[in-house]
């Protein structure tokens, strides 16, 4: 069965840094894309990046360029997001999303749970 | 920036009864494959969203054949031929030519 298990919930305090991750199963991780979308509370969705693990090609949408870092480890098959001083305006929900086909994205088909940020003093 | 803009936002449909939303793109979605890079997903309340529709006409795995995407050049429509009650949630598109961008969601519930 292909699964995405992401990290559990998190709750930090403006500055820290942060890294969640994205566990895949069930099928080849390093050929197919993983992205990470957005949803802060009560709105749409955004898409923030994508890698892809066999050779760590990664793409950010401009927004999120600078502010997080993708990366993902084929030897244990997990995929990060990672901020390295958070704000308030992180607080939102995190989804990992697996590519539809090898080696091209088209469209997401898996899903993970969603990871809860949330950041406040 | 590819801005895809969704209608309506909200969607108050009977049981049994059809139901369409639309989605337009500021510029074509079509790539060098001849394949419109457009898909439609569904998030119900509480959960990961889930792809329906991909490539702007193509059922995902498991999808009911009472769902359905089309495309007349920069508009994309996706139709439930007959709501359920699990039909209900947020419907978003979301276009993949370029970065990727989704539509504002478009909430379905049941009258």
């Known amino acids: 069965e292909v699964q995405l298990v992401q990290s559990g919930a998190e709750v930090k305090m403006p500055g820290e840094s942060l890294k969640i991750s994205c566990k895949g199963s069930?099928?080849?991780?390093?050929?197919?894309?993983i992205g990470w979308v957005r949803q802060m509370p009560g709105k749409g969705l955004e898409w923030m990046g994508i890698?892809?693990?066999?050779?760590?090609?990664?793409r950010y949408r401009l927004s999120f360029q600078g502010q997080v870092t993708i990366s993902a480890d084929t030897s244990i098959s997990t995929a990060y997001l990672q901020w390295s001083s958070l704000r308030a305006s992180d607080t939102a929900t995190y989804y990992c999303?697996?590519?539809?086909?090898?080696?091209?994205?088209?469209?997401?088909?898996?899903w993970g749970q969603g990871t809860m940020v949330t950041v406040s003093s | 920036d590819i801005v895809m803009t969704q209608s309506p936002l909200f969607l108050p449909v009977t049981p049994g009864e059809p139901a369409s939303i639309s989605c337009r793109s500021s510029?074509?979605?079509?790539?060098?494959?001849?394949?419109?890079?457009l898909d439609w997903y569904l998030q119900k309340p509480g959960q990961s969203p889930q792809l329906l529709i991909y490539?702007?006409?193509n059922r995902a795995s498991g999808v009911p054949d009472r769902f359905s995407g089309s495309v007349s050049g920069t508009d994309f429509t996706l139709k439930i031929s007959r709501v359920e009650a699990e039909d209900v949630g947020v419907y978003y598109c979301?276009?993949?030519?370029?970065?990727?961008?989704f539509g504002q969601g478009t909430k379905l519930e049941i009258k």
């Open positions: 999303a697996r590519s539809r086909v090898r080696g091209t994205f088209d469209a997401f088909d898996m």
């Open positions: 069930g099928y080849s991780f390093s050929n197919y894309w």
């Open positions: 890698i892809y693990p066999g050779d760590s090609d990664t």
């Open positions: 510029q074509s979605l079509v790539h060098s494959n001849g394949h419109n890079y």
């Open positions: 490539l702007a006409s």
């Open positions: 979301m276009q993949s030519l370029q970065t990727p961008s």
